[in-house]
């Protein structure tokens, strides 16, 4: 199970950290995603992170302004944004994939086992 918190309304250019948390251990087996979805569009990749932390991926949308990182000893993951924008609105979703056999975390959501119910950003301009 994934819990996500720490979205809300701000203004453009302001910052959010959102945070997740993962019931299911140990923690460091599963890549993790973020995703978002805005109304009318489908689901989008913003940012992975590898099972020990040490290699991110990012969408260039949001590369240089948004950060994924992740603590196994607390089950948590974070995504911090910055420089925040309209066009960054939308439903954020945590995500995790235990699949050994893939290399590196993958963009496509389909890849991911587990999800949380997303916690709402949204930027006003």
């Known amino acids: 199970q994934l819990v996500e918190s720490g979205g809300g309304s701000v203004q453009a250019g302001g910052s959010l950290r959102l945070s997740c948390a993962g019931s299911?251990?140990?923690?460091?087996?599963?890549?993790m995603g973020w995703f978002r979805q805005a109304p009318g569009k489908q689901r989008e990749f913003v940012a992975a992170?590898?099972?020990?932390?040490?290699?991110?991926h990012y969408a260039d949308s949001v590369k240089g302004r948004f950060t994924i990182s992740r603590d196994n000893t607390k089950n948590m993951g974070y995504l911090q944004m910055s420089s925040l924008g309209p066009e960054d609105t939308g439903v954020y979703y945590c995500a995790a994939d235990d699949t050994w056999s893939r290399p590196v975390p993958s963009r496509n959501p389909a890849h991911y086992d587990y999800w949380g119910r997303g916690t709402q950003v949204t930027v006003s301009s």
């Open positions: 992170i590898s099972r020990p932390g040490d290699s991110t």
């Open positions: 299911r251990r140990p923690f460091s087996n599963y890549f």
